[in-house]
C-alpha cells in the first residue's frame, strides 16, 4: 500500500518560516517525481512545487517562487518543503503527491498518489 504522511505545518507570523516534510512507503521513492500542492478555504488545489526524480529537475509556482525550496532525500524515502518570508495569502492546507516517472508540470491530473495534507497559517 502506498502511503504519503506528511509533517511540519503549523502557525507563524509574517515572514516567518516553516518546513514540511513528506515520508513516503510502498512506492519505489527514487522512480517518483515528488510535488506540494495547497488548498486555500474556498479555492480550488494549486501547484506549489515539484522535484522529478533525481532532482534533476524543479518547478514552482510564480507566487513562491524565491521564498519556497523543494528537496528530496532518497536515501530516507522523503520529500521537503522548505518555506520562508511567509504571507498570510500562503495559508492552506499542503498536500505531498507522487507520480512515477518524469512529471514537469504542476498540474494535479498528473499525480496519482496523495496524503491527506498538513495545515499551514500565517498571520498578519
Known amino acids: 500500500q502506498q502511503v504519503l504522511v506528511e509533517s511540519g505545518g503549523g502557525s507563524v507570523q509574517t515572514g516567518g518560516s516553516l518546513r514540511l516534510s513528506c515520508g513516503a512507503s510502498g512506492l519505489t521513492f527514487n522512480r517518483y517525481s515528488l510535488a506540494w500542492f495547497r488548498q486555500a478555504p474556498g479555492k480550488e488545489r494549486e501547484g506549489v512545487a515539484l522535484i522529478t526524480t533525481h532532482a534533476m529537475t524543479t518547478n514552482y509556482a510564480d507566487s513562491v517562487k524565491g521564498r519556497f525550496t523543494i528537496s528530496r532525500d532518497d536515501t530516507r524515502n522523503m520529500v521537503y518543503l522548505q518555506m520562508d518570508g511567509l504571507k498570510p495569502e500562503d495559508t492552506a492546507v499542503y498536500y505531498c503527491?507522487?507520480?512515477?516517472?518524469?512529471?514537469?508540470?504542476?498540474?494535479?491530473?498528473?499525480?496519482?498518489?496523495w496524503g491527506r495534507g498538513t495545515q499551514v497559517t500565517v498571520s498578519s
Open positions: 503527491a507522487a507520480k512515477g516517472g518524469v512529471v514537469i508540470r504542476l498540474q494535479e491530473h498528473q499525480f496519482n498518489y
